[in-house]
């Protein structure tokens, strides 16, 4: 892509898809180490979800260095949806993972001599993903808030679901050391459903914006209101919005007074986009069209 540009945002994204990726990579060795050797299905499971983490991380740092990119021919508008994508299919691959995780374990549930004890080892694991995936989620959710990037946001969930399952698997490899040893398979289930409600709830927010969902009713008051503070617009209409990646795109017509000429109706519609663009969340340039009050 000639002439594409980076910012500051790319660089934020770039460096928490890092360190995140490093993470991930010792959580899921240790998490399968842990759980092979110390007899739980659980957090084996959990290992794997984590591996799906680093898949996760590479899509979001490819799809943050193709949405940094400027517009170009083929992409008038930039490259921002590349995002949007990419956040679908960590969708997608959270909810591949969950079902062959829930496969598993009703699998391991309906062979109860199949089931093994766990021991303290894999406690400890569990313990430590816990914490390591929490500290992750926070610093990865702060930088997508910071960018309003659903991307981040949605691999700082994506890690959030590895601490929750992780939690899962704390409590169920306790009560199988307890003396109920399909706890840990019934966990590993549990750790399944959970994923999958993750992937679903990412992919259909994908989908909205991928389908040219608009905001919604606050929104679009908040942006009425900005629009009738300009002076000069005597009303507007047909306000239309869409999201690509952490913009919102905004197509409006202001009514203003029809004995204006061209040169004074432009000035009117510039100061409507530099008022969206100025206080609006996330709007950047607003196409503003002109007609006769």
Not at 105 to 113: I, T, W
Not at 251 to 265: C, F, H, Q, Y
Request: glycine share 10%; hydrophobic share 50%; with cysteine.
């Amino acid at each position: 892509m000639a002439g594409a540009t980076r910012d500051a945002a790319y660089d934020a994204k770039r460096r928490i898809t890092l360190v995140t990726a490093v993470v991930n990579l010792l959580l899921a060795g240790g998490k399968i180490a842990g759980g092979l050797i110390g007899n739980s299905q659980a957090l084996v499971v959990d290992g794997v979800h984590s591996l799906s983490d680093l898949a996760g991380d590479a899509l979001v740092l490819w799809a943050a260095w193709i949405g940094a990119s400027g517009a170009d021919h083929n992409h008038p508008y930039g490259h921002k949806r590349f995002e949007t994508a990419a956040a679908l299919g960590i969708g997608a691959l959270l909810l591949l993972v969950a079902g062959g995780f829930a496969f598993d374990a009703l699998r391991r549930l309906a062979q109860p001599e199949s089931l093994a004890v766990p021991g303290a080892l894999a406690l400890s694991v569990a313990v430590v993903s816990v914490l390591a995936n929490e500290i992750i989620y926070h610093y990865s959710r702060r930088v997508g808030e910071r960018y309003n990037s659903d991307l981040i946001l949605a691999n700082a969930w994506h890690h959030r679901s590895d601490a929750l399952s992780s939690v899962v698997v704390i409590v169920a490899v306790a009560g199988a050391i307890a003396g109920a040893p399909w706890l840990d398979a019934l966990a590993a289930l549990v750790v399944a459903l959970m994923v999958g409600a993750v992937g679903c709830q990412l992919g259909w927010r994908a989908v909205r914006e991928l389908v040219d969902t608009g905001v919604d009713d606050a929104a679009l008051a908040e942006l009425g209101v900005l629009i009738r503070s300009v002076d000069g617009v005597a009303d507007f209409d047909d306000l239309r919005t869409r999201r690509m990646g952490g913009a919102t795109l905004v197509d409006v017509r202001i009514r203003v007074d029809g004995d204006l000429s061209v040169r004074e109706a432009e000035v009117i519609a510039e100061a409507v986009r530099e008022t969206l663009d100025r206080h609006a969340p996330h709007t950047t340039g607003a196409l503003v069209r002109i007609a006769p009050h």
